[in-house]
């Protein structure tokens, strides 16, 4: 963990485990999860494994069905736009006020995720690229200085966050370099551009969603 690093609980590892099993695909959407085998599988008792279940499900990657049991989000592109679109305009924001207040600590905390995020899309690591990814945003929004940002934002990228695995393929070099555009314009001081390269960027992830969803 490359942002804010710390010392994970059990139901909080096993949590991660379930997530990087959705993210690199060995957990498909749909799929249903059964607390008994990804118990033997990750080694723990079936009841870290509950808790992390209904932790997931509040980050949009797990859905729980009453009398059924719990599955793997299934992506409606069209309302993950439509939340990325929200996401947009608040990380833009935060972008501009990044370019702002930032410190030279928060500049080598972003250039260290675009370097490993990059190094793992080469890697064809997309779920390490993917958390990289999400460790530059969330760095940004800590440069900003404002710290209702991560709250604000944080529920939308919980929601987002399985956009981000399935377009890792076509976006690995793409987006890194839209992300080093961002960086550059931070570290710059330069307010207008680390907005309008943020939206750029957000809008691009929405074009190549609606794109890969059509028929």
């Known amino acids: 963990m490359t942002v804010g690093e710390r010392h994970l609980t059990l139901r909080e590892s096993v949590a991660e485990e379930i997530r990087r099993l959705i993210m690199n695909g060995q957990l498909a959407p749909g799929e249903r999860l059964y607390e008994d085998r990804l118990a033997e599988l990750l080694g723990v008792s079936r009841n870290p494994v509950r808790e992390a279940i ?36 608040i ?48 760095g940004i929004e800590r440069a900003s200085g404002n710290d209702h940002l991560e709250a604000v934002v944080g529920p939308l990228r919980h929601q987002t966050e399985l956009v981000f695995s399935i377009l890792a393929d076509r976006r690995a070099v793409l987006s890194w370099d839209e992300h080093v555009r961002i960086l550059e314009a931070i570290e710059a001081g330069d307010e207008a551009k680390a907005e309008r390269f943020t939206m750029e960027h957000m809008e691009s992830v929405v074009a190549d969603l609606l794109h890969r969803a059509e028929p």
């Open 54 to 89: 209904r932790a997931l499900e509040g980050s949009g990657l797990v859905e729980v069905q009453p009398r059924r049991g719990a599955y793997v989000s299934q992506l409606d592109p069209l309302q993950a736009s439509k939340l990325l679109e929200l996401r947009a305009v």
């Open 91 to 138: 990380e833009a924001y935060a972008a501009r006020l990044a370019a702002r207040n930032r410190t030279q600590t928060d500049l080598d905390a972003l250039r260290t995720c675009l370097a490993e995020g990059a190094r793992a899309s080469r890697e064809g690591d997309h779920v390490r690229a993917a958390a990289r990814h999400r460790d530059f945003h969330i």
